[in-house]
């Protein structure tokens, strides 16, 4: 029914090989070629050690990679074989990396298109056929005009190209989960007829296994928007509640009970409310900082600066949160063992970009403090990357910072444990948060619970630590009663610490 035999996807990072694995799984008559420059990357997806770390990502590489169940051929492949791909398909998706501009105008806000140009200008330069060309990669909106310019200047005579818009809205960790049961599929098109028929044409791939009625076909500026829009208001919450976690810490009420209050109305919703150290990923906070941007091109100041104070908020919950450990630890971090129990950005991820982690541990590195960091997924060398990339003192950073293997490792001998990604391994409340006098945590809706059997034992950390013995839950993870019956001190985000462990630990 529909003209689909090979699709190609430009970049194999995050977006491109999940996509492409459930696209693969779905349509076994479709060949799925996603291909990119990064050799090492291509090398990864072809073996079981894939790049990226997604609950049962394996599972569906594997089966539409290797045709694992037996029951059918191969269809998904991984190539640095850009052309060939390119060239074969009739349907290309780009989702390429599109971060923030780091020199020349617009650095540090504006999104850097040079990864979507290039290519554009290889589709161009290889195709010898029609194609539908789709952004896959998030994009400031019109950059669909700027890829038809290109494709038209440079493309073969003859051959034509429709340009679609079909963001991704998948949230890692969580990212097989979004793919199978998407809210709703977005495809953006010109209001033309051939615009309508390309559209078709990838709503079918879709319809394999998506309802029809969520798969919504829209204008292809309004859909460029839509994607920073969506990303831009999930922050806002984040921002919002994070601000209250702050009203909250002064004044005696409880960010969990506030948060849960408010989600109750309908209007509102429980998700996207969890209070935090901030939040990170590579995300939320480029494409704020492009839409802030554009509303500066756009002479739209005002507009700019309300964006732009949702990562202002951000950054000032962070810097809050380490603020606190250092008064919490009578003011003086030097020499003092602390251990950081998380890097990654979220839990169920090994991405750490723009993970919190990287700024509390350059300052507390500042205040001479020495950390332990342990994370169930993170490589060492991917933290050390991190924090060397950043910190103002590498030799500092390196005569302070050691990278554990265990959470216990991490706790031995220190004063501090400071809990920065939610890892089911560092809870210890009930797994149904829903009984006691406590109300439920507020959900970012996520109910990956792999790991409870790994959960550490919080009595044997109480005898590796120093005395008193704090807790900082960044995450709200912990249930305080039993941490402070174990004789620790907890400080969470947006309630106001336990004075009453004080008295009893201090004796
Ligand atoms: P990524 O950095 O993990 O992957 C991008 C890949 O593209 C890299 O491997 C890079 O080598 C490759 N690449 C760049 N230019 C290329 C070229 N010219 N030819 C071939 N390969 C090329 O990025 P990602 O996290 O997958 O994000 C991709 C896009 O999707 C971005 O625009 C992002 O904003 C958007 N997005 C990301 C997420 C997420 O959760 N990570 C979710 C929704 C949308
Ligand atoms: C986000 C969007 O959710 C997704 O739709 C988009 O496609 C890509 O960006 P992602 O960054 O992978 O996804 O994860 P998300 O679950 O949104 O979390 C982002 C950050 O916010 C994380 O650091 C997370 O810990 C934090 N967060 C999330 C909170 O602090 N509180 C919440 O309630 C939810």
């Not at 990212?175 to 709703?184: F, Q, S, T, W």
Request: hydrophobic share 40%.
């Amino acid at each position: 029914p529909r003209n689909v035999r090979k699709i190609c996807c430009i970049g194999a990072g995050y977006v491109g090989g999940p996509t492409c694995a459930v696209i693969a799984d779905k349509n076994p008559d479709i060949e799925v070629t996603v291909v990119d420059l990064n050799e090492a990357r291509i090398r990864a997806w072809n073996t079981d050690d894939l790049p990226v770390y997604e609950p049962e990502l394996l599972k569906y590489v594997k089966s539409a990679r290797d045709g694992a169940d037996g029951e059918r051929s191969p269809n998904l492949f991984f190539s640095t074989d850009v052309d060939a791909a390119v060239r074969a398909a009739d349907l290309i998706f780009i989702s390429v990396n599109t971060p923030t501009k780091y020199t020349g105008t617009g650095a540090g806000h504006a999104c850097d298109l040079g990864y979507v140009e290039s290519a554009t200008r290889k589709i161009a330069e290889v195709s010898e056929s029609d194609k539908i060309v789709i952004e896959k990669s998030t994009v400031p909106c019109k950059t669909a005009e700027t890829i038809r310019e290109i494709l038209a200047a440079t493309g073969r005579p003859g051959v034509r190209f429709e340009i679609l818009s079909n963001p991704e809205f998948l949230a890692e960790g969580t990212a097989i989960n979004d793919l199978l049961h998407p809210d709703r599929i977005l495809i953006g098109s010109l209001r033309s007829e051939r615009g309508f028929q390309a559209a078709e044409v990838l709503s079918s791939v879709y319809a394999a296994w998506i309802p029809r009625d969520r798969i919504m076909t829209i204008n292809l500026w309004s859909s460029e928007l839509t994607k920073i829009a969506a990303n831009a208001l999930l922050a806002q919450r984040i921002s919002s509640v994070n601000a209250l976690s702050a009203i909250c810490e002064a004044t005696g009420a409880d960010i969990d009970e506030v948060a849960y209050a408010c989600g109750k109305d309908t209007r509102i919703g429980p998700r996207m409310l969890k209070a935090s150290v901030g939040f990170g990923g590579s995300c939320f906070k480029k494409d704020i900082l492009s839409l802030a941007y554009i509303s500066d091109t756009l002479h739209l100041p005002e507009v700019a600066a309300y964006w732009r104070s949702v990562v202002d908020i951000n950054e000032y919950q962070k810097d809050r949160f380490t603020r606190r450990i250092t008064k919490c630890l009578y003011h003086s971090l030097t020499n003092k063992r602390i251990a950081i129990l998380g890097f990654a950005y979220k839990k169920n991820t090994g991405d750490t970009r723009e993970t919190a982690a990287i700024s509390v541990v350059n300052s507390l590195v500042l205040e001479q403090a020495d950390i332990r960091i342990y994370d169930p997924r993170v490589k060492e060398e991917q933290i050390w990357q991190d924090l060397k990339a950043t910190a103002s003192d590498i030799t500092l950073l390196k005569r302070r910072v050691s990278v554990c293997t265990s959470a216990y490792e991490a706790c031995t001998d220190s004063h501090a444990a400071v809990i920065l990604t939610e890892w089911d391994e560092f809870s210890n409340k009930d797994h149904s948060t829903t009984q006691g006098n406590s109300p439920p945590t507020a959900t970012n809706g996520t109910a990956e619970d792999g790991n409870l059997s790994s959960r550490m034992d919080w009595q044997h950390v109480a005898g590796l630590m120093k005395k008193p013995m704090f807790v900082f839950d960044g995450r709200n993870v912990v249930d305080v009663d039993k941490l402070e019956a174990l004789g620790f001190r907890v400080e969470c985000i947006g309630k106001s610490g336990t004075p009453k462990a004080s008295s009893s630990i201090l004796e």
